[in-house]
């Protein structure tokens, strides 16, 4: 079954606002990545945090992971419109070595 | 230099054909990948190999068959085509994944039509 669950499904903001976007998943992680995927595209990596951080930072990116509630929420500063793309948690179990990806977020940022 | 590359990136066949795709990495990972993602966008693993090694088998059609000839490569061939072939493959690398500690890194992506 599938892992992670993302929300919301879509989401559409003006440039400059800021997105966030939440991760929920069942089972024991040993870490939780964020990708993305522009519209064609393969998916590219934004951060990985690991069971035993709370929040990590990149650039105008802010993770969070609730390990109590097995949550994890993506947050996009002053959006761009490069920013429009899908955007997927994908969380790594304590028991194996796949990663498992979750429904992914439609971001549309308008200029 | 692209860092994982999938040929072709597009590929239009007929049900009952057999094909392959193609995967190479040039970043000395030792572990490979193949997703499916369906018209949903829903990302699924099918293969992962290490070092040449399977070391991930999901339940695909055994249509289905990946070749690692060494580290660098993981290609995939499909038997008998059928409509609900028609998806987007991913090829995917990164460092030794026997504990899902590393990030991933995907290829282009191609896109199969089975008609």
């Known amino acids: 079954s599938q892992q992670g669950e993302e929300d919301p499904q879509a989401l559409s903001i003006q440039e400059g606002e800021n997105a966030t976007m939440n991760c929920s998943y069942k089972?024991?992680?040993?870490?939780l990545q964020w990708y993305r995927q522009n519209s064609g595209r393969g998916l590219v990596h934004l951060i990985l945090i690991r069971s035993n951080e709370r929040e990590k930072h990149s650039g105008r990116l802010r993770v969070t992971l609730d390990t109590s509630k097995k949550s994890s929420s993506l947050l996009i500063t002053a959006s761009r419109a490069a920013d429009t793309a899908s955007y997927f948690c994908?969380?790594?179990?304590?028991?194996?070595?796949?990663?498992?990806f979750g429904e992914g977020t439609q971001l549309t940022v308008n200029p | 230099d692209t860092a994982v590359s999938q040929t072709p990136k597009y590929l239009v066949t007929q049900m009952g054909n057999d094909k392959s795709i193609k995967c190479e990495q040039n970043?000395?990972?030792?572990?490979m990948y193949w997703y499916k993602q369906d018209s949903k966008k829903f990302l699924k693993i099918m293969f992962s190999?290490?070092?040449?090694?399977?070391?991930i088998n999901e339940t695909v059609p055994n249509r289905f068959s990946p070749k690692s000839p060494d580290k660098a490569h993981l290609n995939l061939h499909i038997n008998s085509l059928e409509l609900g072939d028609s998806a987007v493959y991913f090829c995917?690398?990164?460092?030794?994944?026997?504990?899902?500690?590393?990030?991933?890194?995907f290829g282009p992506g191609t896109r199969l039509t089975v008609t």
């Open positions: 994908a969380t790594s179990e304590t028991s194996g070595s796949r990663l498992t």
């Open positions: 089972t024991s992680i040993n870490n």
């Open positions: 970043l000395g990972h030792d572990t």
């Open positions: 995917a690398s990164s460092q030794d994944q026997r504990d899902g500690s590393y990030e991933q890194y």
């Open positions: 190999y290490n070092n040449k090694e399977l070391i």
